[in-house]
């Protein structure tokens, strides 16, 4: 098929020429290509490895944050368990204190004497002096004052009274 084709050595050769500088052209375009594609390659190395460092560096911050948390979470743990234990004690401690408190909020409510003893456990006169310390409190009873003559309270009730007008013992 190319024997039909008379060729001249000047033809071939131009021939030869145009295909090696289409060659150069193309490589040439492609090498410019592949090293574009190479830049971008590397910026985006240089990017991702900034990114890298960053993320290691906050990694580090909030593993340093999380021991720091880890320690004071173990820090309320100890002082949970040792509130615990501590009323556990007072529980044990006190319990004369909660049947006061008990009996306190029974005669409040409007319990009796016998209510007290039997509910509280208190003795008559224990129970007896806490319905008095109530009703004083309460204001149903008067509080005695600190006179050095107790009867006179109940015979004197205003304190503007003259001694004079005062009944006398003989």
């Known amino acids: 098929m190319f024997e039909a084709l008379p060729l001249s050595p000047v033809a071939l050769i131009s021939g030869v020429g145009v ?42 911050e909030v593993r340093s944050v999380v021991v720091g948390l880890g320690q004071k979470v173990t820090e309320q743990q100890d002082l949970i368990k040792h509130l615990n234990e501590r009323i556990v004690e007072l529980e044990h401690a006190d319990t004369d204190g909660r049947l006061y408190t008990r009996a306190t909020k029974m005669v409040q409510l409007g319990a009796g004497i016998n209510e007290l003893i039997e509910e509280c456990e208190l003795p008559k006169a224990e129970a007896e002096l806490m319905m008095s310390l109530q009703n004083k409190l309460a204001g149903k009873e008067k509080i005695p004052s600190l006179r050095s003559n107790p009867s006179s309270y109940d015979e004197q009730p205003d304190a503007h009274r003259d001694r004079r007008d005062s009944p006398r013992r003989r």
């Open 19 to 60: 295909f090696t500088l289409f060659i150069v052209i193309l490589i040439s375009k492609v090498k410019r290509a592949i090293q574009k594609q190479l830049d971008q390659s590397r910026l985006q190395v240089r990017n991702l490895d900034k990114e890298l460092q960053k993320s290691s560096k906050q990694l580090l």
